[in-house]
């Protein structure tokens, strides 16, 4: 495994950060995720109002800020410069949850999941945290029942 690393763009409109970031992904074979390639992979257009309401809804909740990098555990796995996954925690009050846990679809089923939740287990450790919430997808729910989560109701 190489060095797992996150590389986040930005700069003002017509800056050309679409363009680095394009390059930089063709480079090192990683996953960029924009709102308006999500509407084109889901066979729309960033013109659809409704589809677009759903991207922009769904991608709050993969939003990573830098602020969050710098003040809690977030991790990658990586192979060969592809992403494969990443993870990460917050503090809301008192409660500690796992905010990501994401697998790059081609590679679910692969073992990637476990290792992610086995280095989730470890960080929670290290910082003696007794437990952590999870706020799962209802698909992936089957995933943490099989590695000792224990349902605790709906939200």
Wanted: glycine residues 10%; without cysteine.
């Amino acid at each position: 495994m190489s060095d797992a690393r996150l590389i986040l763009t930005w700069g003002l409109p017509g800056a050309g950060k679409t363009t680095f970031a394009r390059q930089l992904a063709a480079d090192r074979g990683a996953v960029r995720l924009t709102k308006d390639e999500w509407m084109w992979a889901l066979g729309s257009t960033p013109w659809d109002g409704p589809t677009q309401q759903k991207v922009e809804h769904e991608s709050l909740a993969l939003e990573v800020s830098a602020e969050y990098i710098r003040n809690w555990p977030v991790f990658v796995l990586e192979l060969d410069g592809q992403l494969l996954g990443f993870g990460g925690f917050l503090k809301v009050a008192t409660k500690v949850f796992l905010n990501d846990l994401f697998v790059d679809p081609p590679w679910i089923g692969t073992g990637v999941g476990a290792l992610l939740w086995n280095h989730a287990i470890d960080v929670a450790r290290e910082r003696s945290w007794a437990s952590f919430d999870i706020e799962s997808d209802p698909y992936a729910e089957g995933f943490y029942l099989k590695y000792g989560a224990v349902r605790i109701g709906d939200i």
